[in-house]
């Protein structure tokens, strides 16, 4: 049987359970759940796996959902297929529950919808009968850097590591026998058409902020006090005068938010809460601008005589595609949703945590349409259910094939040609250089 007929047949098993894919998609967009705490979700999609005959395994990085389905047609490479569990806080989401704001505002439902429908009609069509290697069908949490203060406190009590889903499952081991990865995200950008490959993302690092002053009656004695607000306000102008300094090929972002401005309107602020990314091109770019913003905090403290506790967490690493996972993706969406729907996107200023697995094997981490909106916006909705469900069960199925049929030569055509920067090891080690904590005294 060949690549074609074999795609032909998985296509028809996935079409077979339509109802059902944008049926999981739906009710995971019905219960939004934040990062790490996807329980509802890893739930369904455990019980999923375990229809379709999978042995999963739960609880990885607290949340995350592995199956594996083994080729018959002999050895060979793993390759995992994800979707990511997480929803994220926006405020005046239609959608967003009413106790914790979470919303699917960024098409993650559909991710983890296409990558269960992808299992299901590889699975049904008896497509492992033709394929060598192992996948990976692989539900991963807290893609979404959000929620740090509740993160960081886990991390203090020795629950997690590492604060996103992707680097805290590498960390536990939960990768190192995949040899290659990808997923598929939706998009709602319309100059992204109904499919298409970005060329590479920016990277991060996550920054807490925290100024101490001193309380004071703020209308009868407010000399006695040492505003942290006031402070804070002078670090932010500081990052805002040093803008013009980053370089425009650097595509640097620093978008920071008050979590904690005061603690009554008649009190000086004795202690103010700043979070932020700092997100750029290359991790060298990140670095320096990070130096530049932390310069630009402490002229705060400075200015008021206050004190600033800076916190640098490791985040997310730079993101390029794999060039021949690329070109046979490209391929198979031409043919799904027309070739004059495709495009080659360009550089994204976003951030993902498959940068971090784009650090040590290769990946491809396309977007396909469906929604339309903002993402990350109260107006991000899903409108177009056989694209963003089924065309990315689909796309992900397709490379399946692609890459295990015929021996797994494409996966190993990949593996020849691949350059991973780094071992697991020294990305460890290197996310761990990153993490520092400075007190700084006006």
């Not at 705490?37 to 592995?66: C, H, I, N, Q, Y």
Request: glycine share 12%.
């Amino acid at each position: 049987m060949t690549r074609d007929e074999l795609k032909t047949r998985v296509y028809e098993a996935i079409d077979r359970r339509s109802e059902e894919i944008v049926g999981l998609g739906e009710q995971i967009r019905r219960h939004p759940e934040l990062g790490f705490k996807e329980v509802r979700t890893a739930r369904l999609v455990e019980e999923t796996f375990k229809k379709l005959g999978l042995a999963p395994r739960s609880g990885l990085a607290l949340t995350g959902v592995r199956a594996d389905a083994g080729g018959r047609a002999g050895d060979g490479p793993t390759f995992a297929v994800l979707g990511e569990l997480d929803a994220l806080v926006v405020a005046g989401h239609p959608e967003g529950d009413p106790q914790t704001g979470a919303a699917h505002a960024c098409g993650h439902n559909a991710q983890v919808a296409g990558m269960l429908g992808a299992a299901m009609g590889l699975l049904d069509a008896n497509a492992f009968d033709h394929l060598a290697g192992r996948v990976a069908f692989f539900a991963v949490p807290a893609e979404e850097y959000g929620d740090i203060e509740w993160r960081v406190a886990q991390a203090r009590a020795g629950r997690l590591e590492f604060l996103g889903g992707k680097p805290e499952l590498l960390r536990l081991g939960h990768f190192e026998d995949v040899d290659l990865a990808m997923m598929i995200h939706t998009t709602s950008r319309p100059e992204d058409g109904k499919a298409g490959v970005p060329a590479s993302n920016n990277g991060c690092v996550v920054k807490t902020v925290r100024y101490l002053g001193r309380a004071a009656h703020a209308g009868g004695a407010p000399h006695m006090g040492v505003n942290a607000l006031y402070a804070a306000q002078i670090g932010l102008s500081a990052i805002n005068a040093i803008r013009e300094t980053f370089r425009d090929e650097d595509t640097i972002r620093v978008h920071p938010i008050i979590t904690h401005g005061g603690s009554q309107v008649n009190v000086i602020p004795g202690e103010v809460r700043i979070e932020t990314y700092v997100r750029g091109r290359t991790m060298e770019a990140i670095l320096d601008a990070n130096r530049k913003v932390d310069r630009a905090l402490r002229a705060g403290a400075l200015a008021l005589g206050a004190k600033v506790e800076i916190e640098t967490i490791p985040g997310y690493m730079p993101m390029t595609c794999d060039p021949i996972m690329a070109a046979r993706f490209k391929t198979n969406a031409a043919a799904l949703v027309g070739e004059e729907h495709y495009r080659q996107i360009g550089h994204r200023t976003g951030s993902t945590d498959m940068g971090d697995l784009s650090q040590v094997m290769p990946v491809l981490h396309p977007y396909v349409g469906g929604a339309r909106g903002t993402g990350h916006g109260a107006d991000y909705e899903i409108v177009d259910k056989p694209l963003a469900y089924l065309v990315t069960a689909k796309s992900l199925a397709a490379m399946v094939v692609d890459m295990l049929a015929d021996g797994a030569a494409g996966a190993r055509e990949v593996l020849r040609t691949a350059r991973p920067p780094m071992t697991r090891e020294r990305y460890l080690a290197f996310q761990r250089g990153l993490a520092r904590r400075e007190v700084y005294e006006g």
